[in-house]
């Protein structure tokens, strides 16, 4: 997983809006606290669970899942599980696993490390979820201008592992774009919605560009999102200037008509006389 900015990741949710989180997984727990960034510092390179959070009578790891899991998804989550152990020592609570998918259906992972070496986990099913249906309640309460809840907010922001057709990508940028739209929304469901988005980014955008972009939007990194525009406009502006070079026309009437410093013109006809 790519850097992330350690001080924003979950770090205004509630036990209350994780609680809702939960109320999907089938989960209930007095005690609701997100540890991932704890992990995160320590091994902050391969292994790197989703969300890690410390429940009543366990330390609970989530991962966001969009394939079946196999053998090489087993012995990550193994890893994920003994570094939890190891990290959380101080914490007398089992450390477990879950899996949200909507590749598989809900069932007991059993897998055999060894002879005497059993690692189980659950496989957390999505399949009951339409997105299409979650999209069209969160459009219409956009529309009817009324409140959208906790729950409705997670589940759409789950919308592109929960899209059965494999259209991950498609349906990222459409909910990234719509959750930074609405206005409202408490610290806590925000951090919320956005971290597990941003996870969702991070991992099944496959395009680079667009992966930082969308999480620079969802990490409130404004700047960057102008830098990179302006970034893009120069690329474009460069060939354009490269191309009247090419066909005769002079530095000092592209610089004119352009309206841009004669002496990048002379430093992209230098360049291109090398």
Request: aromatic share 8%; glycine share 2%; charged share 35%.
């Amino acid at each position: 997983m790519s850097e992330f900015q350690e001080d924003m990741i979950f770090k205004e949710v509630s036990e209350e809006d994780a609680r809702i989180f939960l109320d999907i997984l089938g989960k209930k727990s007095k005690k609701v606290k997100i540890m991932t960034t704890e992990l995160r510092q320590l091994d902050p390179t391969t292994f790197v669970p989703d969300i890690i959070l410390e429940l009543d009578d366990e330390i609970l790891i989530i991962e966001l899942q969009s394939t079946k899991v196999g053998k090489k998804h087993h012995q990550r989550f193994h890893i994920y599980v003994a570094i939890s152990d190891y990290k959380f020592d101080s914490i007398p609570k089992e450390v477990n696993l879950c899996v949200f998918t909507t590749a598989d259906e809900s069932k007991k992972i059993i897998y055999t490390v060894n002879k005497d070496n059993d690692f189980t986990y659950d496989v957390i099913s999505l399949t009951d979820y339409d997105s299409e249906e979650i999209i069209n309640t969160i459009n219409d309460k956009l529309k009817d201008n009324n409140e959208i809840s906790g729950k409705e907010l997670i589940l759409f922001a789950l919308v592109p592992i929960i899209e059965k057709n494999d259209g991950v990508e498609d349906y990222v940028e459409y909910v990234v774009n719509t959750l930074i739209d609405l206005k409202g929304l408490t610290p806590s469901i925000k951090a919320l919605v956005y971290g597990i988005e941003w996870l969702i980014v991070d991992k099944f955008v496959d395009d680079e560009k667009t992966k930082n972009i969308l999480r620079d939007l969802l990490g409130d990194r404004m700047s960057l999102i102008h830098e990179y525009a302006e970034n893009k406009v120069n690329q474009e502006q460069t060939r354009i200037i490269r191309n009247q070079l090419r066909h005769g026309i002079k530095a000092e009437v592209i610089a004119r008509t352009a309206e841009v410093p004669l002496s990048r013109v002379k430093t992209i006809e230098r360049k291109m006389k090398k």
